[in-house]
């Protein structure tokens, strides 16, 4: 798992800090996406109610098949 911090010019979105993405590798899909930490947060919440810099359990899920991507 590699967790890049990319710094990206927000137009929508301007509250807060932008906190960057965290990159996720979908292997039957063979194919790498970008998920903002806040989205991964928000997640984190609902699934457990509390937010880290980690991405377990997190359910985040291949923009393409869907599945869950995991580590
Ligand atoms: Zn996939």
Redesign the pocket.
């Known amino acids: 798992m590699i967790v890049k911090n990319q710094r990206k010019q927000r137009k929508k979105k301007q509250k807060k800090e932008d906190f960057g993405t965290c990159s996720f590798y ?6 790498e996406f970008e998920v903002e930490w806040e989205t991964i947060w928000e997640l984190q919440e609902l699934t457990h109610g509390f937010v880290g810099f980690h991405t377990e359990d997190s359910f985040i ?7 869950l ?1 995991e580590d």
Do not use: A, D, G, L
């Open positions: 979908c292997k039957p899909c063979q194919y899920s291949c923009p393409k098949c869907h599945e991507v």
